[in-house]
């Protein structure tokens, strides 16, 4: 009952934000707020750990204003894996972020919200960024035997961006780790790229190398921006 009014609300205030700024962008003239992309990964890598088999197709759609960001992101690749998550996040001027995000499994029943079977991992984020250096904390918040959530799973990532190199490092317990237990599990670089194939269309590029020390797996990873 908690996660059903828990969702019922994000969405509640997301149709209201959304309506009322449609109706202001339309009497203002402005261009519309929504977008939408996909990126194409060789291989799906989420906190060190591989999920599904072979290249990966990652669609987006997406509502921005101000600092508000709403939306859906999904992952699918041809041998069957297939994620959809709803998120909302708001982010500060000064580098701080907030958000909530709903990872869902097609496949699964969407509106199961039971310990047992429950078909939604709902995680509540936050981030900080100054310069190059990222920080990120992330909290379960249930229990959801399908989403295979254990509840109170934890996730924290800190980061750097040079000028043509990013560092990472993260560690988590759950979801995360083999035996559930908190440990490493994702150091890497990164590192992009734009190829330019006209005066007017460019794509962008970018590649990781991942090592999951608590997996004691090693991946690397390509993907394009669409």
């Keep these: 009952m908690k996660m059903k009014l828990f969702l019922l609300t994000v969405v509640t205030v997301s149709v209201f934000f959304t309506n009322n700024l449609m109706a202001q962008d339309e009497e203002n003239e402005k261009p519309s707020k929504f977008s939408a992309g996909a990126d194409i990964y060789t291989s799906y890598l989420w906190r060190g750990s591989k999920f599904g088999t072979g290249p990966a197709i990652q669609p987006s759609v997406k509502f921005a204003t101000g600092g508000l960001t709403v939306g859906v992101w999904g992952s699918f690749d041809a041998f069957g894996y297939m ?10 001027p000064f580098g701080l972020s907030l958000g909530v995000t ?75 780790t083999s035996d559930s237990n908190f440990a490493l599990c994702n150091v890497g670089l990164g590192t992009s790229k734009v190829l330019k194939l006209t005066d007017t269309f460019s794509i962008p590029v970018n590649g990781q190398v991942i090592l999951n020390p608590e997996r004691e797996q090693l991946f690397v990873v390509v993907g394009f921006s669409f």
């Design 102 to 176: 709903d990872y869902y499994y097609p496949g699964l029943e969407y509106f199961d919200y039971s310990d047992s079977t429950g078909s939604h991992a709902f995680e509540l984020n936050l981030g900080y960024t100054v310069k190059g250096l990222s920080l990120s904390a992330n909290y379960i918040l249930n229990e959801a035997g399908g989403a295979a959530s254990a509840g109170g799973d934890m996730y924290f990532q800190a980061g750097y961006a040079f000028k043509n190199v990013s560092v990472f490092l993260g560690a988590g317990d759950g979801w995360h």
């Design 83 to 92: 994620e959809s998550d709803l998120y909302a996040s708001y982010s500060f």
